[in-house]
Structures are given as structure tokens and as C-alpha cells.
């Protein structure tokens, strides 16, 4: 199904090409121009128009409320990439069809960015999800630091691609990691004055964030949020609660919640929402929900 779907994606592709191609010259870009760059999912979205803002025109990939980590490109995907100036995406983990849909959209111009390129990855551990999603947790966006370094990368693309507007980007993505960084410090500060620094989650998507600020994720599922819980992880989940007295379970919003709230209800806690920021949340911007994710689990942890 999944090759089908990618072969007619490339038939349609050609026959775009066909119509619209025809031997004619590209005109040149004029003044005015924008750079056309697409993005795969919210966070990409969100580190590429804090550098970019009016000077560039952004396309998502990935609808919202399309779970990332199952995206596969349709026609609509591979006709923006063939359209567009600079693709952003986050890294070969998060999202394994970039290669291939980058292949196949056969567009010459195009500038490929792998985001995290430098970011100091953390190994997955489970021979499963190595086998699935390669090497690496992709979650790196929800470092404060890691995502410096994106932003950095997104910044040099752009500046590359733009000569006019460098400087623009440049200082753009400085003033950016600045307010990044700020948040960092402030709560590294708060988090190194707690004793308590495990937190209870749904799916395991905050390894990045926890070794920014010395904490631990607990989780019902694991990197990927796929299949069901074992009942042993749940039985050990729930003596951990009891145990250390934990009073909230985060939820993430792409994940079921019903476990979460069944382990909430035996220990005696409350759920409460938490973002990956793999999809938008209404208008709230990275930063928002990157300091109220922080602010929660301070809140959870401080006796
Ligand atoms: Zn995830």
C-alpha cells in the first residue's frame, strides 16, 4: 500500500512536470521574492518563522492532528517539495520518509536541512524501536539547548539560500536562542533545588528535556507510544506513584489518555495536559507551551 502510494505520488509528479515544463525557461526571482520553504511538523514551523517571520512564505508538511511519527507523504507533500526552495526537517528518526519523498520529488533546487545536525543525541536502548526508527530518541526539539542548535541551522540555511536577508536572519535567530536560553536557566535554577525530580508521563518523548535539568521520565509507553502498555510496566508504574506519592500524570495530546487516567485513578492523582509540540496547540507558540510544560512539572515535583 505504502509503495503504491508513493509510486502514483511520482506518476502524478512527472505528469505535473510535463504540463507545466514544456522546454520554458524559469523566469528570474524577482526583488520581491520569498523564499518558499516547507516545514514537516509544528515545532520545525515554529523555530523556521521566529528566523525567517515576513521574509519567507512556510508550508507545513504534515497536516494538524496527523501524528507525526506515522506521517506518510501524499501527493499534496510531494507537490510542495517540488515546488519549494528549502525543505526543514527535524532528523532521519522523526521523520523516515524525507529521503525517499525527496527522491522522488526530483526538484534540483532544493535545500534539505536536517535541523538537529550537530544536537548531542541520546541512543534509544530497545531493540524494537532502534529497528523502527533508527538509532536515536528524535525528540531533540524539546531541548531547550538542542533547539538553539536548530535554530542556529534553520538560520544558516535561510542566510545561505538568502544572501540579502542574512544579517536578518542571523540576529533574529540570536535574539530567539537568547529568550531559549533564559528559560533554561531559570528553571535549571529552580529544578536543582528539588529533591524529587521523577515525573510520571504518557508517552517517553522527554528524554532531551530531563537531561537539560537533571530529571527523570516515568512513562507508560515508550519513545514512540506504540502498542499497549504491558501490564508489568503499568504494576510497576502504579507502585512507583503509591511510593513516591506522586500526584500527577501528564498526557500527551496525541496519545490515548485512557491509561493515563486509569493509573491516575488507582493512585490517587490527577492527569494533566503536557505538550511535544509535534502538532499546534490553538496560538500557543513554542515558547508558551515549552515554559507551561516546565512550570507543570515544577509545580508536580515541588512538595
Ligand atoms: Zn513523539
Same mark, same amino acid.
Given at each position: 500500500?505504502?509503495?503504491?502510494?508513493?509510486?502514483?505520488?511520482?506518476?502524478?509528479?512527472?505528469?505535473?512536470?510535463?504540463?507545466?515544463?514544456?522546454?520554458?525557461?524559469?523566469?528570474?526571482?524577482?526583488?520581491?521574492?520569498?523564499?518558499?520553504?516547507?516545514?514537516?511538523?509544528?515545532?520545525?514551523?515554529?523555530?523556521?518563522?521566529?528566523?525567517?517571520?515576513?521574509?519567507?512564505?512556510?508550508?507545513?508538511?504534515?497536516?494538524?492532528?496527523?501524528?507525526?511519527?506515522?506521517?506518510?507523504?501524499?501527493?499534496?507533500?510531494?507537490?510542495?517539495?517540488?515546488?519549494?526552495?528549502?525543505?526543514?526537517?527535524?532528523?532521519?528518526?522523526?521523520?523516515?520518509?524525507?529521503?525517499?519523498?525527496?527522491?522522488?520529488?526530483?526538484?534540483?533546487?532544493?535545500?534539505?536541512?536536517?535541523?538537529?545536525?550537530?544536537?548531542?543525541?541520546?541512543?534509544?536502548?530497545?531493540?524494537?524501536?532502534?529497528?523502527?526508527?533508527?538509532?536515536?530518541?528524535?525528540?531533540?526539539? &524539546?531541548?531547550?539547548? $538542542?533547539?538553539?542548535?536548530? +535554530? *542556529?541551522? !534553520?538560520?544558516?540555511?535561510? /542566510?545561505?539560500?538568502? @544572501? #540579502?536577508?542574512?544579517?536578518?536572519?542571523?540576529?533574529?535567530?540570536?535574539?530567539?536562542?537568547?529568550?531559549?536560553?533564559?528559560?533554561?536557566?531559570?528553571?535549571?535554577?529552580?529544578?536543582?533545588?528539588?529533591?524529587?525530580?521523577?515525573?510520571?508521563?504518557?508517552?517517553?518523548?522527554?528524554?532531551?528535556?530531563?537531561?537539560?535539568?537533571?530529571?527523570?521520565?516515568?512513562?507508560?509507553?515508550?519513545?514512540?507510544?506504540?502498542?499497549?502498555?504491558?501490564?508489568?510496566?503499568?504494576?510497576? &508504574?502504579?507502585?512507583? $506513584?503509591?511510593?513516591?506519592? +506522586? *500526584?500527577? !500524570?501528564?498526557?500527551?495530546? /496525541?496519545?490515548?489518555? @485512557? #491509561?493515563?487516567?486509569?493509573?491516575?485513578?488507582?493512585?490517587?492523582?490527577?492527569?494533566?495536559?503536557?505538550?511535544?509540540?509535534?502538532?499546534?496547540?490553538?496560538?500557543?507558540?513554542?515558547?508558551?507551551?515549552?515554559?507551561?510544560?516546565?512550570?507543570?512539572?515544577?509545580?508536580?515535583?515541588?512538595?
Amino acid at each position: 500500500m505504502k509503495k503504491l502510494s508513493i509510486i502514483f505520488c511520482i506518476c502524478t509528479l512527472l505528469l505535473c512536470n510535463l504540463l507545466a515544463g514544456c522546454g520554458s525557461k524559469e523566469p528570474a526571482p524577482a526583488a520581491d521574492y520569498k523564499l518558499r520553504v516547507v516545514v514537516t511538523f509544528n515545532a520545525m514551523k515554529e523555530f523556521t518563522q521566529a528566523v525567517g517571520q515576513d521574509k519567507i512564505h512556510i508550508t507545513s508538511l504534515i497536516p494538524d492532528g496527523t501524528e507525526p511519527h506515522d506521517f506518510q507523504p501524499t501527493t499534496k507533500t510531494m507537490q510542495a517539495l517540488s515546488k519549494a526552495d528549502i525543505l526543514i526537517y527535524n532528523s532521519t528518526g522523526m521523520e523516515r520518509w524525507v529521503e525517499q519523498a525527496t527522491q522522488a520529488a526530483a526538484n534540483p533546487k532544493l535545500v534539505i536541512v536536517e535541523a538537529s545536525k550537530d544536537t548531542d543525541r541520546i541512543s534509544l536502548t530497545e531493540a524494537d524501536e532502534i529497528r523502527a526508527h533508527g538509532q536515536y530518541d528524535p525528540h531533540t526539539w &524539546l531541548s531547550l539547548s $538542542c533547539a538553539q542548535t536548530e +535554530v *542556529k541551522n !534553520i538560520a544558516e540555511a535561510l /542566510a545561505a539560500a538568502d @544572501k #540579502t536577508n542574512a544579517d536578518f536572519y542571523r540576529k533574529n535567530a540570536a535574539e530567539y536562542n537568547q529568550k531559549l536560553q533564559a528559560l533554561l536557566a531559570a528553571y535549571q535554577k529552580k529544578f536543582s533545588k528539588l529533591e524529587q525530580k521523577d515525573f510520571v508521563t504518557g508517552h517517553a518523548a522527554f528524554a532531551y528535556l530531563c537531561r537539560d535539568f537533571g530529571l527523570q521520565q516515568q512513562s507508560i509507553e515508550d519513545v514512540f507510544a506504540s502498542g499497549e502498555p504491558s501490564a508489568q510496566n503499568l504494576a510497576k &508504574l502504579t507502585a512507583y $506513584c503509591k511510593e513516591h506519592n +506522586v *500526584k500527577t !500524570i501528564f498526557v500527551e495530546e /496525541a496519545v490515548s489518555p @485512557k #491509561t493515563s487516567e486509569t493509573l491516575a485513578r488507582e493512585v490517587g492523582a490527577t492527569t494533566q495536559e503536557i505538550y511535544t509540540i509535534e502538532s499546534s496547540n490553538g496560538e500557543k507558540t513554542y515558547l508558551t507551551r515549552m515554559e507551561e510544560n516546565l512550570d507543570a512539572i515544577y509545580k508536580s515535583l515541588k512538595k
